[in-house]
């Protein structure tokens, strides 16, 4: 299929001076991988990271699918990030340009970062926080949030960052999962001109029970709204960084160390704590840096993500730093104080490399459409030289409108696969190497065995769609769910696929001349709005909450600028709503989700119905919904169905 679509061709300039250049050196990269696994990963890692202690066995199977990398290295992450530039003579480099949400803007240079984080650490360790203990971060985007992280680091406590929109109660749930001792927060956050809350969530968190290992409540001061102060347990952070000395001798761990838990939505349940390693991460952050991004010394660097999600772990907080590069930290939204923010901000700090996720981009191609002063044409990009992608498949008229208005032609854009679990890109274009085809990822970076398999984990001919694997553990895989390694085993690397190859939980196609790679979307119950990942099941649990509701399934519909968007279709413990009152209802519906699990879970659409179509079984049958809610004709056979009445009813929203 990718075959009728044009290729791009790195342009002559860029594989000049790429890292990676031309296809030749991809291909010797992949058989030197091919050829020794281990020597090859052995080899990256020695390059690329400092080491305290060199590692002896670079890759430990005994235990797999638990795998171990570079397992008696010993390492610091933010030694890596931070001291290395101080000996290199980077001292003086900007790390971190932060764009306030108002547009003002501040210059952090590495040696204060070093010091930033380095008084935060010890102001963690004053209060008794040591390595292997957990930390929850609940912050927005801040030099402060980065710090934060990098702290943790220093000190081997394992973060977890929760993102700033989720709500009490799954702040609540992760704190619990986590047994974090301490959590980091902000008084408020500034998002678009608005103040939005932190502070007061994380106490209507703790509020909700259950989180009696959390001793302290660590706030830093954003905006200076009131809050409330609960003394013994909140500190403010300027006061407990005061005092502390401005140097901290890193926590050297092991490179198997847990540097962090991300949650994120799987198919069943309830979010998994996605755990990672110090060392095979740290490697992968920092060598995609270099080879997909093709950093370089003189780059500024901006990635659009937030920290509360995998993308702003491994390509703000960790990543960038590794490699020192100078990089634009966001604290605002692309369409404050209007649409044009993005451009804007690339022309006054001369933004090289720009990282953002096709939703994004899609909802500007939008808002220049109605307003054309906000067209991208109108700001000087000429700073640009690579773009980048990721978290959705982009649309091929989204690629090509990024690559001529954005890029002017110019520059390469790297269509970015991975995932939380993976730690860092996996699929993904060279910029000095790959021709490009819009809409595809194109190759697994060398070392990354990725390949299509069908249902009973035989690899499929090129050409045929299947499920996305990879056939060998990688460096910056994910180590186990925290907590649940039973359901790690079973949601990864599953018994039916063999037990053996990592089960991404996309579809994917690959092409039968160029051997690239397509994503063709989750193959589960995943959904994925604006580029966030959602589980169905998670949405559905928090509907069937409401003392209204009586049942409740939940699926995607395809959405021109989100990608996709959450339809929910509602059975009510009373009569069926209908006109006003349905859309009463569906109102509340959608502001309990929101209490629930976060704003971003809110479903755009809610459909009620005096039932559900089931099979005989009484199966949800929800691949009529899919049709229903895209709102295509039913034309498959629902002879099966226990009630084909109800389709009617459910085909029209409240
Ligand atoms: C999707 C985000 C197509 C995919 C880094 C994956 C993509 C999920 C791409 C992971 C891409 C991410 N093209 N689909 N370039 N990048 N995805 O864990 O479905 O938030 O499984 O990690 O996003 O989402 P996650």
Redesign the pocket.
Known sequence: MTEQRTAFPPLPSFVDQATISGMAAYDALCAEAARDYEGYWARLAREHIAWKQPFSRTLDEDDAPFYKWFGDGRLNVSYNCLDRHLIDGNADKTAIIFEADDGMSTHVSYRELHEKVCKFANGLKSRGIKKGDRVIIYMSMSVEGVAAMQACARIGATHSVVFGGFSAKSLQERIIDAGAVAVITADEQLRGGKRLPLKSIVDEALALGGCDSVKDVIVYRRTGGTIGFEAGRDLWLHELVASQPAKCEPEWVDAEHPLFILY?SGSTGTPKGVQHSSGGYLLWAALTMKWSFDIKPGDVYWCTADIG???GHSYIAYGPTAVGATQVVFEGIPTFPNAGRFWDTIARHKVSTFYTAPTAIRSLIKASDVDPKVHPKNYDLSSLRLLG??????NPEAWMWYYTQVGGEKCPIV????????GGHM??PLPGATPMVPGS?TLPLPGIMAAIVDEAGNELADGQGGMLVVKRPWPSMIRTIWNNPERFKASYFPAELGGNLYL???GAIRDEHSGYFT?T??IDD?L?VS???MGTMEIESALVANPLVAEAAVVGKPDATTGESICAFVVLKQATPSGEEARKIALELRDWVAKEIGPIAKPKEIRFGDNLPKTRSGKIMRRLLRVLAKGDPVTQDVSTLENPAILDQLSTPA
């Open positions: 994120t999600w995998v993308t992608t990721v978290g959705e498949p982009i269509d970015t696969f991975w995932q939380t679990e993976t699929i993904t990822c991404a939980g996309d994503i979307g989750r995943v994925n580029g966030h990942r």
